[in-house]
């Protein structure tokens, strides 16, 4: 008898995380996207092996959850093999659409996994505390001190104009300052790195953002030259170092969403 009640399967997919040699096994406490989470598992086509966990195709995807846990499995991964991250969220139907990927870029993906071998990356992000960079601005712009002057103390509606010029200048000046402050750390760690890559401020008061592919032989000295750096600028910025990453800021080449 067939029962008319009984819910239809729930069609699922595999979630793809990124790309390793063939020889790498995930843990068995690896933990994937979904809730509950889903077990992590290596899909192997040659040189190469995809980490896959399976999910629901009608599941939310995105929650900080999920993210999460696609950056704790590929950043845990780094630190023992090399690892091309895929753009979150890559879901393919089945074994055999992963390895037909693997298969189609066989050749790409090698050559980039041994160009990450015992490489990993940094993140180096800084802020400007707020008053302190202010201060700074309108000591060193003569033009914006007197605007300040002008407006202090005086109603919001009689000096607009004058609090919009202020802003604007205010704003002009973050950004050449946060391109030189940009530079020089770049300068400053070009020599502990492979390769940098700056990214667009996260926030108005950003002074610094920028990701390195480090030299698994030149961290601890990357992390030195970091803190010098951050050392230095204290008074003014509140540094941060993320890391070590998977090197997502460095793969965007070999990355490949489902069609």
Do not use: C, W
């Amino acid at each position: 008898m067939t029962d008319t009640n009984a819910q239809p399967a729930a069609e699922t997919g595999l979630f793809i995380y990124g790309i390793v040699p063939s020889d790498v096994e995930p843990t068995a406490d690896a933990a994937g996207v979904g809730d509950p989470p889903g077990e992590v598992a290596a899909i192997r086509q040659g040189e190469l092996a995809a980490l896959v966990s399976e999910v629901g195709l009608e599941q939310p995807m995105g929650r900080p959850a999920d993210l999460t846990a696609y950056q704790t499995l590929l950043d845990g991964t780094a630190a023992v093999a090399p690892v091309l991250p895929v753009r979150f969220g890559t879901v393919v139907t089945g074994p055999d659409a992963v390895k037909d990927l693997l298969e189609a870029h066989q050749d790409q993906f090698v050559a980039a996994l041994e160009e990450f071998e015992d490489r990993l990356q940094y993140t180096v992000h800084g802020r400007y505390h707020e008053q302190e960079l202010i201060a700074q601005v309108l000591t060193d712009n003569p033009d914006a001190g007197e605007l300040a002057r002008q407006v202090r103390g005086q109603p919001e509606e009689v000096t607009r104009e004058q609090r919009i010029r202020l802003g604007e200048m205010i704003s002009q000046a973050v950004e050449l300052r946060r391109e030189a402050e940009n530079q020089q750390l770049i300068d400053a760690l070009s020599p502990l790195s492979v390769a940098n890559a700056p990214r667009p401020p996260s926030h108005e008061l950003d002074a610094v953002h920028v990701a390195f592919l480090v030299g698994t032989d030149d961290e601890e000295q990357f992390v030195k030259a970091v803190e010098d750096f951050a050392e230095q600028r204290r008074d003014l910025i509140r540094m941060r170092l993320l890391g070590p990453l998977a090197p997502y800021d460095f793969v965007s080449a070999h990355q490949l969403a489902a069609e």
